[in-house]
């Protein structure tokens, strides 16, 4: 079982940046990838950007060149650095650990980005 505990999420205007932190504790040693996903209201939970082990990244196409993921794996942590915020990633953004058998999820961090 992993533990997830995310942070960094609030208010922005647009164009503005964030920086969203998820530290992991618990079995960490089984988890594959670390993730961030986002919920809008009224719309399915979507990829933001996932992380491998191998350091292999994958973005959602409509972040691509504004976001990055990047690791620390020795605070076990995974940020999401968000540059150039537009109001349609308004959501909440939850982190995820992908081991082979589960994926583990954080509470979840509101984003508001204001025109």
């Known amino acids: 079982q992993v533990q997830l505990v995310e942070s960094g999420g609030g208010l922005v205007q647009a164009g503005g940046s964030l920086r969203l932190s998820c530290v992991a504790s618990?079995?960490?040693?089984?988890?594959?990838?670390m993730g961030w996903y986002r919920q809008a209201p009224g719309l399915q939970r979507e990829l933001v950007a996932t992380?491998?082990?191998?350091?292999?990244?994958n973005y959602a196409d409509s972040v691509n060149g504004r976001f990055t993921i990047s690791r620390d794996n020795a605070k076990n942590t995974v940020y999401l650095q968000m540059n150039s915020l537009k109001p349609e990633d308004t959501a909440v953004y939850y982190c995820?650990?992908?081991?082979?058998?589960?994926?583990?999820w954080g509470q979840g961090t509101q984003v508001t980005v204001s025109s």
């Open positions: 995820a650990a992908h081991t082979v058998v589960a994926t583990s």
């Open positions: 618990g079995s960490i040693f089984s988890i594959n990838a």
């Open positions: 992380k491998t082990n191998g350091g292999r990244t």
